[in-house]
């Protein structure tokens, strides 16, 4: 069970702004959803589309993908911590003294932090089209 279903809590699924890996829209199309419905280009970035200021498939309360969620929703509350070069647990987290980030959730989170960065400068060098 996930950390925050097992605090039941969906803060995040409210507040977070949510960036998007091509791998995360493609297995949310791959559900049957175009990408037009949930994508939003934010200066270069893809990040999850808001809807009423909740994420868009946030409804009655539940993730609608919850199986096919966005890496970054899967590693809540961890997040990177830009100047210590590694991953943190966010601020914002109301239980984030009971959350510890372990070696292979900081290596995945870095591996995740590069992905997102290469993927960025691909599509802001009009290498991709996509
Ligand atoms: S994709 Fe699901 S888990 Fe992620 S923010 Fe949206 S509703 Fe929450
Ligand atoms: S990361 Fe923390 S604040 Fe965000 S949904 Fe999970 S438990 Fe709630």
């Known amino acids: 069970m996930s ?3 097992q ?6 699924c409210i507040e977070a702004d ?10 949310i199309t791959a559900m049957g959803y175009y990408d037009v419905y949930f994508v939003v280009n934010h200066s270069g970035l893809r990040i999850m589309r808001k809807l009423e200021g909740k994420c868009i498939f946030f ?11 966005p890496f970054r929703c899967r ?3 961890m997040t990177f911590d830009g100047d ?6 966010q601020e914002s987290c109301r239980f984030k003294n009971l959350y510890e980030v372990t070696m292979s959730g900081n290596q995945a989170m870095i591996d ?12 802001t060098s009009h290498k991709e089209q996509k």
């Open 3 to 5: 950390f925050c279903i």
């Open 7 to 12: 605090n039941k809590c969906a803060h995040c």
């Open 18 to 27: 949510v960036p998007l890996l091509n791998e995360d829209i493609d297995r």
């Open 59 to 69: 409804q009655n309360g539940e993730c609608e993908i919850y199986e096919r969620r």
């Open 75 to 77: 590693h809540y509350p």
């Open 84 to 89: 210590k070069n590694c991953a943190a647990i």
């Open 112 to 123: 995740y932090i590069v992905q997102l960065r290469h993927e960025f400068e691909l599509r």
